[in-house]
């Protein structure tokens, strides 16, 4: 099967500072990668969809100079959250598209104090 | 607009068999899947429906209707663990990413 590795697991940092978050697909190139953001109790949501070699394509109401997007390699997709704020505080889940099918990373739990 | 609604919460007991609707709008259709997503985890595929009827796969069985925009997931013989939050989610345009509904939270109860 295919698998996609997403770290750190868990992330906790401070008001104003950046976090970087790597989603990598492990035995598969991708060229799509996905990124979902999921508040407690809430379903996920897209933030942006990666694509290897170009700009990120973000959802509206999500600010891409905020969640910054690099997806440099088919293997590797990065988000930086930065200058973050608690209001950022969230489950961070990344999927590589695979054929048809998207394969999810386990996911980032980020805090910020 | 995309739009994907399924029940909020669900209860069961062990030994039940438990039905959860999805009714979706979307701009194009290219599958309905549903995954399920336990609390503090990323969510693991269930199944994966592109036309009409019924998969069956173990105890989980989904349907679709395209028809009708609705599809549902049959859980049988419910067991203790299969308390999750179930997400129903339809990939629109081929290449794009799928749309989740809100997901519901079945507790299956002894």
């Known amino acids: 099967g295919a698998v996609v590795s997403q770290h750190p697991s868990r992330v906790i940092c401070k008001s104003g500072t950046s976090v970087k978050i790597e989603c990598r697909s492990l035995?598969?190139?991708?060229?799509?990668m996905f990124w979902y953001r999921q508040f407690p109790k809430k379903s996920l949501m897209l933030m942006a969809t990666?694509?290897?070699?170009?700009?990120?394509?973000?959802e509206q109401g999500v600010e891409k100079d905020k969640f910054l997007i690099n997806h440099a390699s088919l293997t590797l997709s990065t988000l930086t959250v930065t200058s973050a704020h608690p209001e950022d505080s969230s489950f961070y889940i990344c999927?590589?598209?695979?054929?048809?099918?998207?394969?999810f990373g386990p996911g980032t739990r980020l805090t910020v104090t | 607009g995309q739009n994907i609604d399924q029940p909020t919460e669900m209860t069961a007991t062990e030994g039940a068999i438990v039905q959860i609707n999805c009714t979706y709008q979307?701009?194009?259709?290219?599958?309905l899947f549903w995954y399920q997503q336990h609390a503090g985890e990323a969510p693991t595929f269930l199944s994966y429906?592109?036309?009409?009827g019924l998969e069956e796969k173990g105890r989980f069985s989904s349907f679709l209707s395209r028809s009708k925009g609705y599809s549902y997931l049959l859980l049988k013989e419910l067991q203790m663990k299969d308390s999750a939050s179930y997400l129903c989610?339809?990939?629109?345009?081929?290449?794009?990413?799928?749309?989740f509904g809100k997901g519901t939270t079945l507790s299956v109860s002894s």
């Open positions: 999927s590589a598209l695979r054929e048809y099918e998207q394969y």
């Open positions: 035995d598969f190139q991708a060229t799509t």
């Open positions: 990666s694509n290897e070699g170009s700009k990120a394509t973000y």
């Open positions: 979307t701009s194009g259709f290219n599958g």
């Open positions: 429906n592109v036309l009409d």
């Open positions: 989610a339809v990939k629109g345009q081929a290449g794009t990413a799928l749309i």
